[in-house]
Antibody, heavy 117, light 106 residues
Framework: QVHLQESAPGLVKPSETLPLICTVSGGSISRDYWSWIRQPPGKGLEWIGFISFSGNINYNPSLKSRVTISSDKSNNQFSLRLTSVTAADTAVYYC???????????WGQGILVTVSS | DIQMTQSPSTLSAYEGDRVTITCRASQSIVDWLAWYQQKPGKAPKVLVYKASTLQTGVPSRFSGSGSGTEFTLTISSLQPDDFATYYCQQYNDYPWTFGQGTKVEV
């Protein structure tokens, strides 16, 4: 059973950078695809991007200019950095796994990040 | 981007009802579609993938159908545990996109 756990500061100031880390256990990030997905309070889901087992990265164009996804295989973690945040970036951020041509089958519990001064 | 449009946005139903949710894609996604169930404060859970394949462990009262641009999720007999929000998601093309959600309530 794959387990994912997000970690992040709960509060980030506008214009700053939001760092998120997803720690994976029960599986290896040297396999499969590892995504970030977010959900503003009371709203729907938005896929942010993924990093693959081979290091390929794909970003949602809506956020591409502000997003960096990377991985740390030695710690079985992958991370997201979102720059120049605004209140519109306030959301629950999820990390999730998928396989090639497959849905998100394992998700973290999600972490609420609030952007506010 | 491929737009995913779900209908209805909210659905009122009773235990035992047959419930159908529709998802339309703005262009063909073949059958690269998944359905998720989300309860308040929880992460989404995949129910169906490749339009009609039931995820392991998901009750057989859930079923998915469709191809191309029109898809449906059916719950044959609504159970108390099924009151939740349901999302469709296409993974045919980047960026992967979700429908806006359908809330199933009493």
């Amino acid at each position: 059973q794959v387990h994912l756990q997000e970690s992040a500061p709960g509060l980030v100031k506008p214009s700053e950078t939001l760092p998120l880390i997803c720690t994976v256990s029960g599986g290896s990030i040297s396999r499969d695809y590892w995504s970030w997905i977010r959900q503003p309070p009371g709203k729907g889901l938005e896929w942010i991007g993924f990093i693959s087992f081979s290091g390929n990265i794909n970003y949602n164009p809506s956020l591409k200019s502000r997003v960096t996804i990377s991985s740390d295989k030695s710690n079985n973690q992958f991370s997201l950095r979102l720059t120049s945040v605004t209140a519109a970036d306030t959301a629950v951020y999820y990390c999730a796994r998928s396989r090639a041509w497959s849905p998100f089958d394992f998700w973290g519990q999600g972490i609420l990040v609030t952007v506010s001064s | 981007d491929i737009q995913m449009t779900q209908s209805p946005s909210t659905l009122s139903a009773y235990e035992g009802d047959r419930v159908t949710i529709t998802c339309r894609a703005s262009q063909s996604i073949v059958d690269w579609l998944a359905w998720y169930q989300q309860k308040p404060g929880k992460a989404p859970k995949v129910l169906v993938y490749k339009a009609s394949t039931l995820q392991t462990g998901v009750p057989s009262r859930f079923s998915g159908s469709g191809s191309g641009t029109e898809f449906t999720l059916t719950i044959s007999s609504l159970q108390p545990d099924d009151f939740a929000t349901y999302y469709c998601q296409q993974y045919n093309d980047y960026p992967w996109t979700f429908g806006q959600g359908t809330k199933v309530e009493v």
